[in-house]
Protein backbone atom coordinates (compact mmCIF):
# COMPACT_ATOMS: atom_id res chain seq x y z
CA UNK A 1 0.00 0.00 0.00
CA UNK A 2 1.00 3.35 -0.86
CA UNK A 3 0.72 6.45 1.00
CA UNK A 4 0.77 9.55 -1.44
CA UNK A 5 1.27 13.47 -0.26
CA UNK A 6 1.18 16.66 -2.23
CA UNK A 7 0.95 16.47 -6.32
CA UNK A 8 3.43 15.68 -8.87
CA UNK A 9 4.10 18.40 -11.60
CA UNK A 10 2.55 17.25 -14.56
CA UNK A 11 5.92 18.19 -17.30
CA UNK A 12 9.33 18.49 -16.80
CA UNK A 13 11.80 16.84 -14.02
CA UNK A 14 10.40 16.11 -10.77
CA UNK A 15 11.61 14.95 -7.42
CA UNK A 16 10.62 12.30 -5.32
CA UNK A 17 11.26 11.56 -1.79
CA UNK A 18 9.87 7.93 -0.53
CA UNK A 19 10.38 6.46 3.12
CA UNK A 20 10.47 2.88 2.78
CA UNK A 21 9.53 0.85 5.56
CA UNK A 22 10.30 -2.93 6.41
CA UNK A 23 13.03 -4.98 6.62
CA UNK A 24 15.47 -2.50 4.08
CA UNK A 25 18.53 -2.01 6.38
CA UNK A 26 21.53 -4.54 6.08
CA UNK A 27 20.12 -6.50 3.95
CA UNK A 28 21.48 -4.72 0.47
CA UNK A 29 18.81 -2.64 -0.34
CA UNK A 30 20.24 0.51 -1.03
CA UNK A 31 22.81 -1.21 -2.78
CA UNK A 32 20.00 -2.56 -5.26
CA UNK A 33 18.05 0.68 -5.37
CA UNK A 34 20.97 2.53 -6.94
CA UNK A 35 21.68 -0.27 -9.21
CA UNK A 36 17.51 -0.03 -10.28
CA UNK A 37 18.18 3.83 -10.59
CA UNK A 38 21.21 3.59 -12.75
CA UNK A 39 19.19 0.62 -14.91
CA UNK A 40 16.56 3.04 -15.45
CA UNK A 41 18.45 6.26 -16.37
CA UNK A 42 18.27 9.73 -16.41
CA UNK A 43 17.96 10.13 -12.09
CA UNK A 44 19.96 11.53 -9.69
CA UNK A 45 19.82 11.57 -5.93
CA UNK A 46 20.94 9.30 -3.11
CA UNK A 47 19.37 6.23 -1.09
CA UNK A 48 20.02 6.67 2.63
CA UNK A 49 19.69 4.70 6.14
CA UNK A 50 17.42 6.53 8.92
CA UNK A 51 17.80 5.51 12.40
CA UNK A 52 14.22 4.58 12.56
CA UNK A 53 15.05 1.92 10.53
CA UNK A 54 13.17 3.24 7.01
CA UNK A 55 15.69 4.20 4.05
CA UNK A 56 14.81 6.98 2.01
CA UNK A 57 15.31 7.55 -1.02
CA UNK A 58 15.10 10.97 -3.21
CA UNK A 59 15.22 10.54 -6.85
CA UNK A 60 15.32 13.42 -9.63
CA UNK A 61 14.63 12.73 -13.15
CA UNK A 62 12.36 12.59 -15.72
CA UNK A 63 8.45 11.99 -14.20
CA UNK A 64 8.53 8.30 -15.71
CA UNK A 65 11.51 7.35 -14.52
CA UNK A 66 10.88 8.23 -11.37
CA UNK A 67 7.35 5.97 -11.40
CA UNK A 68 9.43 3.42 -12.64
CA UNK A 69 12.14 3.83 -9.87
CA UNK A 70 8.22 3.82 -7.07
CA UNK A 71 7.04 1.08 -8.55
CA UNK A 72 10.15 -1.03 -8.31
CA UNK A 73 10.20 0.60 -4.64
CA UNK A 74 6.39 -1.14 -3.89
CA UNK A 75 7.23 -4.36 -5.55
CA UNK A 76 10.49 -5.13 -6.99
CA UNK A 77 13.13 -8.01 -6.75
CA UNK A 78 14.59 -6.16 -3.75
CA UNK A 79 16.39 -7.84 -1.04
CA UNK A 80 14.63 -7.72 2.47
CA UNK A 81 11.02 -7.02 3.12
CA UNK A 82 8.84 -3.82 2.28
CA UNK A 83 5.95 -3.42 3.75
CA UNK A 84 4.87 0.13 2.70
CA UNK A 85 6.03 3.28 1.07
CA UNK A 86 5.11 6.90 1.48
CA UNK A 87 6.28 9.57 -0.83
CA UNK A 88 6.41 12.93 -1.23
CA UNK A 89 6.08 14.34 -4.32
CA UNK A 90 7.83 17.99 -5.57
CA UNK A 91 9.85 20.24 -8.13
CA UNK A 92 13.67 19.19 -8.40
CA UNK A 93 16.23 20.97 -6.21
CA UNK A 94 19.68 19.45 -8.45
CA UNK A 95 22.83 19.38 -6.90
CA UNK A 96 23.20 15.76 -7.31
CA UNK A 97 25.88 13.91 -9.03
CA UNK A 98 24.15 10.77 -10.10
CA UNK A 99 22.60 8.23 -7.46
CA UNK A 100 24.57 7.22 -4.47
CA UNK A 101 24.17 5.25 -1.47
CA UNK A 102 24.54 7.27 1.71
Given at each position: ????????????D???????R??????????????????I????????????????????????R??R????L?????P?????????????????D?????
Amino acid sequence: MSDTAGTAPDAGDVRLTAWVRGRVQGVGFRWWTRATALEIGGLSGYASNLSDGRVQVVAEGARDRCDRLLDWLHKGAAPGRVDGVTEIWSEPRGGYDGFEIR
